[in-house]
């Protein structure tokens, strides 16, 4: 670990390269609700980074959590940091200037770890480049004791295999206890003269049965290319690192002061998160199956963090974040007593993520009482009845009109649908049928609005497998069938003049998610291609106009060549049930046997309802876990606020 | 539940305030727009009861003043506000201060009793720190620009390349002298003007009129320069002074109901 020697402000050598920078605001920090710690207070100190644009990592929860967090222990310090554009890259590059934090622009590679929390795997280049630009040597197996501990997080760190070779440890789920568990063994570890170097602190780590240390695992492969087997070679790591659960979310209320950034960023809001976790059971949703079990915040609880956070930012929007908002046990009472205690402070409140059922559009109305009703969003996934039962997206198309049906009566003038494009056994006919659909939607809104300036956007892109999911087994669509296919909806869709000026199409093309079908699945021999990618300037692959397929696709036919496996082995090929997966030694809690009986069941078009309304289907998480459901109904009420001053 | 096409009905303004605040530190890379939204925020912490316009989406009654470019500090920034609630200015000024980041300073608040403060912003006066630029260097480059009678220059914009003239609104320019060390190195001095600008369409900001300098001169700063408004208002076109905009509103006129700024 780097010394304990003051570091100083990078701060007076960034300043005069910002007046040449797009944007400079987004690296100077300041945010209100900042935290900035002398760095010989600490004995611990965090760097956390989400590896994006400020604009986009600024507001991410993950982040704000930890950061409060650890932020609150005394003898600890954190601070963030983001992706640069390549345009202050190219600056920090030719002036010596490493990577840095916003809070009080210290050096990366001075921190002790350096946490890196991937919502997705298109992040995985960014983290090069913030490694390099820290002078942090890419592969673990380089860094020296001087060398901070790169540690992953985040829901893209339940397969954290393509990266393995740039990371010290992984943990896998949410990360309040395990952070502060991991401080633990980092503390104790320098309190006692760091015995044995960064090996013997990884080994204390991996030991505990928490972190997952890539190095400490062998993967063998059969000469077909699939995985034999993943073991770990040394005494006393675990064959499985399982994921860590957060119980009781009332005893988490983070974050209590939410960043308030000076730069624009994508969510200008408030988030409070009103549970975690999900069972509805949508078979292509990584996050309903990583997050299990659903463990919900009391409306008591929601409403005071509400009241804090609005307080201690001056934001004028929250939304109350969670996979699927509408199912909190106590929603209705919720939404009534935040929109009573708020009306008239021109403050709004939302709910994204919502499903397809006329009492959410009840909701949406109570949440924006007086406010716009500019849009509301639904996701069926699905377009036909047959191919929603494979995903099992509980949602009937008479649902679906009688949602938006009941969404246009009510003066809203737009509807968004989210549909995906390449969902296993999917045909032409089950995405034509979205075409089909929206005109039905159109038909019955323009009778229910009694008018006909109403709208409807169908918003579709493809479908990825993801690891823990029972579509990890599935074959992923290729992208000229995609893209193809996409091609006859909006023809469909166009081809009608009585509806055609009323729906939107938006789509993605199928490219990057071959990309992002790669990363998801892939295993370690996947690191040398994120690293030509890198090399060869590879950067932001979430942004379009920075992605390139034919970079990834040249290096991954360079890197993978001599392999008995290519691109398609990892994206369009299905797995049977007997192969090693390179997530099998990570234990998300899900019976792999459950997994693919529910894979079965899909291929079969069999549902299976939501199991806090139905009798355990044995998904193993809890009894794995040592975890429970933990949903209300309370009873209780959100009592009006008293006015701090009149006015 | 109904829909109300007319939104909620909100308040009416009581009381107008005007605010010098200021822009500092590294707060000086806040755009205009990140302003806005600070200020909005900060309003809403401080529980300051802004007025807000009717309609289906109210928005705060705020009317901001000429804002300094992203990059340039400033010790002198208006805006203006309208509350449903007559308050004290001092409350207020600490209030806000308090609420915005430590960068973006409220300095003083005043009761707006005169009309179109706007209309006052007529020049400001600019503070130019050259690190790594002589006085004697800087002298020389300014005389030959204050000596032409038109200095072109061209500002890369969003829009494309605009031309304009530097040299018509630029009222005086003195040179300072060195700046003692905190600027470049100590050899290569630090060069500080000072430069009163006429506020003209399209705006000519410093940069513009550094621009000016080394079209003249080929002044060229090895690094960026550093610039604040340290003032901006009525401008005495014989002395090239700026006077404060806010005297007249912190000695009331006798008229009783002289809003006449009401927007």
Request: with cysteine; proline share 7%.
């Amino acid at each position: 670990m780097p010394g304990d020697v003051p570091v100083e402000s990078l701060f007076p050598r960034l300043e005069s390269l910002l007046p040449r920078v797009q944007k400079p605001i987004q690296y100077v920090g300041g945010e209100l609700n900042a935290v900035v710690k002398e760095w010989a207070t600490a004995d611990v100190r965090w760097c956390l980074m989400y590896p994006d644009a400020y604009e986009v990592g600024l507001p991410n929860q993950g982040v704000q959590i930890l950061y409060e967090v650890l932020n609150e222990q005394p003898g600890v310090l954190a601070e963030r940091t983001y992706s640069v554009w390549p345009d202050l890259e190219a600056l920090m590059r030719e002036h010596g200037v490493p990577q840095f934090t916003v809070d009080a622009h210290r050096p990366v590679g001075a921190f002790d770890l350096f946490g890196v929390s991937f919502s997705t795997e298109l992040g995985y280049t960014n983290l090069l480049t913030a490694l390099d630009l820290a002078g942090i040597p890419l592969e673990a197996t380089d860094r020296t004791d001087d060398h901070p501990i790169v540690i992953a997080g985040g829901h893209a760190a339940f397969n954290p295999e393509p990266i393995a070779d740039f990371l010290d440890a992984a943990v896998l789920g949410d990360g309040e206890e395990i952070v502060l568990a991991v401080t633990e063994v980092v503390r104790e570890w320098k309190r006692e003269g760091s015995p044995g170097g960064r090996e013997e602190l990884l080994r204390r780590l991996a030991v505990s049965g928490g972190v997952y240390v890539p190095r400490f695992y062998d993967v063998d492969y059969l000469p077909d290319g699939r995985i034999k087997r993943v073991a770990p070679n040394r005494p006393g790591v675990p064959w499985r690192v399982a994921k860590h659960t957060v119980m009781d979310l009332d005893r988490w209320p983070y974050p209590k002061q939410p960043l308030v950034p000076l730069a624009e960023t994508v969510h200008e809001r408030m988030s409070v998160e009103i549970f975690r976790g999900c069972t509805r059971g949508c078979r292509f949703c990584q996050a309903g199956m990583i997050t299990r079990p659903v463990r919900e915040r009391s409306i008591t609880g929601i409403g005071d963090m509400v009241q804090a956070g609005l307080a201690a930012t001056g934001f004028e929007e929250v939304g109350l974040l969670s996979l699927s908002s509408a199912d909190h046990s106590e929603i209705g009472a919720v939404a009534k007593g935040l929109a009573d205690r708020y009306d008239g402070t021109n403050t709004s409140l939302s709910l994204p993520s919502t499903r397809v059922d006329a009492f959410n559009v009840t909701l949406a109305g109570e949440l924006s009482r007086g406010g716009r009703r500019s849009g509301l969003t639904f996701a069926p996934e699905g377009g036909s009845e047959r191919i929603r039962r494979v995903i099992n997206k509980m949602v009937s198309e008479d649902d679906l009109i009688r949602t938006v049906t009941t969404a246009y009566a009510h003066g809203w003038r737009q509807v968004k649908l989210y549909f995906m494009c390449g969902l296993p056994t999917e045909t032409d006919e089950d995405v034509l049928q979205i075409a089909e659909l929206a005109k039905r939607v159109i038909s019955a809104g323009r009778q229910a609005a009694g008018r006909g300036d109403i709208r409807c956007t169908v918003s579709i892109g493809g479908f990825v497998p993801k690891p823990h999911t029972p579509f990890q087994w599935a074959a992923q669509l290729d992208h000229e069938t995609t893209d193809a296919r996409l091609g006859k909806l909006r023809d469909a869709i166009r081809s009608d003049r009585r509806y055609a000026k009323a729906i939107g199409f938006r789509y993605h093309d199928g490219k990057p998610g071959i990309v992002e079908g790669l990363l998801s699945r892939g295993d370690r021999r996947i690191g040398r291609v994120i690293k030509a990618v890198w090399a060869e300037g590879g950067r932001f692959d979430g942004w379009s106009e920075h992605f390139s397929f034919d970079r990834w696709m040249r290096c991954a036919d360079a890197g993978l060549a001599g392999e008995p496996v290519d691109v398609s082995w990892y994206t369009t090929r299905e797995r049977d049930h007997a192969e090693v997966l390179p997530w099998d030694h990570l234990d998300a809690g899900l019976d792999r046997e459950w997994l693919w009986e529910d894979w079965q069941d899909a291929l079969s078009e069999v549902e299976v309802e939501d199991c806090r309304w139905t009798p355990c289907y044995d998904c193993g998480v809890c009894p794995g876990m040592g975890t429970e459901i933990q949903v209300g109904p309370t009873g209780r009420q959100l009592l009006p606020l008293t006015p701090s001053r009149a006015g | 539940m109904g829909r109300r096409p007319d939104g909620p009905l909100q308040p009416p303004p009581v009381q107008r305030l005007r605010l010098r605040y200021a822009k500092r530190g590294r707060l000086r890379f806040t755009s205009h727009r990140d302003f806005q939204r600070a200020l909005e925020r900060a309003l809403r912490r401080a529980q300051l009861p802004v007025a807000f316009s009717q309609g289906f989406s109210p928005h705060p009654r705020i009317s901001y003043a000429g804002a300094a470019p992203t990059g340039v500090a400033s010790e002198a920034e208006y805006v203006e506000i309208a509350l449903t609630r007559r308050c004290d200015l001092e409350a207020v000024r600490t209030a806000l201060d308090e609420s915005l980041p430590a960068g973006l300073d409220v300095l003083e608040v005043v009761e707006a009793d005169t009309p179109d403060l706007a209309a006052r912003l007529q020049a400001s006066v600019w503070l130019v720190r050259l690190p790594g630029v002589t006085a004697a260097a800087a002298a020389t480059a300014t005389s030959r620009f204050l000596a032409a009678d038109a200095v072109e220059v061209e500002r890369l914009t969003r829009q494309g390349r605009r031309r304009m003239d530097a040299r018509a609104p630029v009222v005086r320019i003195d040179v300072l002298g060195d700046a003692e060390a905190d600027g470049g190195s100590e050899e290569d001095g630090c060069a500080i003007l000072r430069v009163v600008v006429r506020h003209v369409t399209p705006a000519v900001r410093p940069d513009d009129v550094l621009t000016g300098l080394r079209v003249v001169a080929d002044l060229a700063p090895p690094s960026p320069p550093l610039v604040t408004r340290l003032a901006q208002g009525p401008l005495d076109e014989q002395a090239g002074t700026v006077a404060d905009p806010l005297t007249a509103d912190r000695q009331p006129t006798e008229l009783p109901t002289g809003r006449l700024d009401r927007g």
